[in-house]
C-alpha cells in the first residue's frame, strides 16, 4: 500500500482510536477492554514517536504507531514500550513495519536507548514485524495478566539502539 508517515495530531484521534478499538476486539492486540480519552491516552504517551501512516490512495489514516514511557524513574527514561496498530483492512501491506521503522529512528533521535513490546504469542504477526525491526526475544511471560477471567502469557521483546551506547 502506497503511503506516507506523519506526526500523529490531536484532530487524528477518532480515527486512531477506531483503529485501537479494531485491535481491542481481536482479543489478541491487548489486555485493554477499551480505548481511552484523547486527553487520558495523549498524557500516557510520549510527546514524540507519534505517528499514523496515511493511504496514498484516499488519504485514510490506516494504522498507528505511539511510544509510552515504562516508568517514570529517571533510570528507566531512555526506555519506552511500542504501541502499532493497523486498521483491519490494511493489515498486511507493509504499514506495520514502515510505521515501527520510523518509530526506531524517531525514539533514537530523542535519547530513547531501549524499546520494549509485550505481545500475545498468538499474534504471531506482531510478534514476527518486531523480529524483523531488529527486536529481540527475551522471553514468555507466563500467565502474566487475566483476560476474560482467563491468564494469558505474553511474549517480551527489545531492540536495544546501536545509536545510543
Known amino acids: ?51 499514523v501512516a496515511i493511504s496514498r490512495n484516499n488519504g485514510r489514516i490506516c494504522g498507528w504507531a505511539a511510544l509510552a514511557p515504562v516508568s517514570q524513574r529517571s533510570a528507566y527514561s531512555g526506555v519506552a514500550e511500542v ?10 501491506m507493509g504499514l506495520g513495519r514502515r510505521l515501527l521503522d520510523q518509530l526506531v529512528e524517531e525514539s533514537e533521535s530523542n535519547g530513547v536507548w531501549t524499546l520494549q513490546a509485550s505481545v500475545f504469542p498468538e499474534n504471531e504477526a506482531s510478534v514476527a514485524l518486531h523480529l524483523g525491526c531488529g527486536f529481540r526475544k ?6 502474566i495478566g487475566k483476560m476474560n477471567g482467563v491468564w494469558r502469557d505474553t511474549v517480551l521483546l527489545e531492540r536495544r539502539s546501536e545509536v545510543i551506547s
Not at 506516507?4 to 483503529?19: Q, S
Open 138 to 143: 527475551v522471553g514468555v511471560r507466563r500467565r
Open 83 to 92: 504501541s502499532v496498530y493497523i486498521a483491519a483492512d490494511a493489515r498486511g
Open 1 to 51: 500500500m502506497e503511503s506516507e508517515i506523519r506526526k500523529l495530531e490531536p484532530d487524528d484521534w477518532g480515527t486512531v482510536r477506531a483503529i485501537y478499538l479494531e485491535g481491542i476486539v481481536t482479543g489478541q492486540a491487548t489486555f485493554e477492554t477499551e480505548a481511552p480519552s484523547w486527553e487520558s491516552w495523549d498524557s500516557s504517551h510520549l510527546p514524540f514517536a507519534r505517528l
